[in-house]
Structures are given as structure tokens and as C-alpha cells.
């Protein structure tokens, strides 16, 4: 599912792709339109869209949709700032952690920003800065199965930095 971006305007719009007929078709809208948004996964509220921006100005809003018809925007709390050009990344069912972005109207910030959401708690807790401002970024999780799990937030920029840390603890960043 593709949700939301710019074309000269926010979109709303969500496309579904179905691989069976290779084709793209409308499945619902979000709240409002919105661009430079992050989104995971969650078992237990499906897409979960955070932050973004609104006609040029930075969101905290976070919504969901399970089918990708209906969207709410309640069962989460909204961030504790407004974030955009933001990763994000469903840990598990009881942690969405979302990292780095811009806190500002203007595209030319870096944020070292680091968020875990307890889920079950319904709280978004400020975790250690990155080492490294970053904006555009991809994050995800990395590791062998049996090993520990890793978070990495990276972006190619000039001197193509990695943070690294653990989703339980996130205490440590490293290059």
C-alpha cells in the first residue's frame, strides 16, 4: 500500500497494488493530505502513519488502518513534536520506534531525535540522541536470528554515517 506524498499538492490518496491483475487501485484515504510521513506495520493496528507535513508545516498526528479503507486517528497518541522526513519502525507488537527527521518548516535540518512508543502504555518516551543529525533516513532491524536485535537509522550523505542501537535499551549510538 503507497499512502499519501506531493504532487504539487498533500495527497490523501492510498493505492492497494494487486499482483494477481498488476494493478494499482484506490483503497481509502487518510485523515488528511500529507507528505514526507514515515510508516510501519503493527499486528495489532496494521499501517501506522506518523507525523508529516500539512501545507508546508510539520505533524504529530499518528493514524492507522487495518484495511487500508478506514483510517483513525485514535488508539495511539500523537508524537511529542511535529516530525517529518522521519523513519519509523514496528520493533514488535509492543514497540514503535521512530528516528531523526526535521522538527521545522524549513527542509535544511537535521534531527538526532530518537522515540520509542510503549504501545500498551500509550506513551512516547525520549530515548539517547543519535550521535548524527539526519533527515530522509531509512531505519529497519538487522540480525541473525538467536542474536540480538539491532536498530540502524542511516542515510547516504557526505560522510555516510550508520547509528546503530538496541530496541530495548538504545542507550548506546554507534558509527
Known sequence: MVCGGHAGRDLDQCFRYNPKIRTWTESGRMSEGKHAHASSVHP???????????????????????????????????LPL????????????????????????S?????????????????????PRMRAGRRG??????????????IVAARRGARKRTAQGTPSRCSTWQH
Open 82 to 105: 511535529g516530525l517529518h522526513g522521519h523513519c519509523q519502525v514496528t520493533v514488535d507488537a509492543d514497540t514503535i520506534m521512530v528516528f531523526g527527521g526535521c522538527a521545522n518548516r
Open 44 to 78: 495489532e493496528f496494521g499501517l501506522v502513519i506518523t507525523g508529516g507535513l500539512v501545507a508546508l508545516k510539520p505533524v504529530d498526528t499518528v493514524e492507522t488502518t487495518k484495511d487500508g479503507k478506514h483510517f483513525l486517528r485514535r488508539g495511539l497518541p500523537d
Open 107 to 127: 527542509g535544511d535540518c537535521h534531527s538526532n531525535v530518537a522515540l520509542k512508543l510503549d504501545v500498551a502504555g500509550k506513551k512516547w518516551k525520549h530515548l
Open 137 to 150: 533516513l531509512s531505519c529497519g532491524i538487522v540480525g541473525e536470528r538467536g542474536q540480538p536485535k539491532r
